[in-house]
């Protein structure tokens, strides 16, 4: 199986140039902006009057709650955030034809198993690349590369957690060095990023530096998951073609399309 790069950037990007890539866009923007406004909320809430006030100009975005009703938003849009790469796998792999509709069954067909699946996975397959990246960079990398493609297996291939990670190791063998130029990608931009950041935080514009950095951001990371949908879609083609060819056949759950 050979990732045709170009053909993936490409397609990835008329992918989300369509009414689904905004409608994931925006509710992508959305979840960004609650989590660091309610992160930043409860941050203030450990502080009295005083302090606190300094503290919120400091950290930019927050909300008229209390810090433990910041920490149940937290929780809750984390949790959102696992339904919606369901949502998101689901809804950029379907036919480009298809992508100028956002059907119902995107986000309302079999979503407790994927939802809890790509939660835990999540967790743990985060972990493992922050301690891969925080001992060694390279075996972050790797990692990184190597389980680009759990979120399709678990929200398209409705697979488990296991069984998402062989897949997305699977598909993925021959094409890291290629693959791994769309993570890298990612970091660059995700430092470049936090230096846009620091620069409104000199100029005490904290807020409108956490609106631009955050929407700068999510539109990369809708982008780069168009991306990631097409390279996903070119490797399950081909493998699906190979094991015909060898008289077996990829079972494959079709959602949308």
Do not use: H
């Amino acid at each position: 199986m050979t990732l045709q790069l170009g053909r993936a950037i490409s397609d990835g990007i008329d992918r989300v140039l369509t009414p689904t890539g905004g409608i994931l866009l925006a509710v992508f923007l959305s979840f960004q902006l609650l989590t660091q406004a309610s992160v930043n909320t409860a941050i203030v809430s450990l502080f009295p009057d005083g302090p606190a006030g300094e503290m919120e100009a400091a950290l930019g975005l927050t909300l008229p709650v209390s810090g433990t009703t910041a920490g149940a938003l937290f929780v809750g849009t984390v949790v959102l955030s696992s339904a919606f790469f369901v949502v998101l796998s689901r809804a950029l792999t379907r036919p480009t034809a298809a992508l100028s509709s956002f059907p119902s069954d995107l986000y309302t067909r079999r979503m407790g198993r994927p939802t809890l699946s790509m939660f835990v996975g999540g967790l743990v397959i985060g972990t493992a690349i922050i301690i891969g990246s925080v001992f060694l960079l390279l075996p972050g990398i790797f990692l990184a590369v190597s389980l680009l493609f759990f979120t399709f297996a678990i929200g398209v291939e409705n697979r488990g957690i296991l069984g998402g990670i062989k897949r997305s190791w699977g598909l993925s063998r021959g094409n890291r060095l290629k693959l791994a130029a769309v993570v890298l990608i990612a970091g660059i931009i995700g430092f470049v990023g936090g230096l846009v950041g620091t620069v409104f935080d000199f100029a005490n514009s904290a807020t409108a530096g956490e609106l631009v950095v955050n929407t700068l951001n999510s539109i990369v990371f809708v982008l780069l998951y168009g991306v990631i949908a097409s390279a996903y879609l070119q490797l399950r083609d081909e493998n699906s073609q190979n094991a015909d060819k060898r008289g077996g056949s990829d079972s494959l759950d079709t959602i949308g399309g």
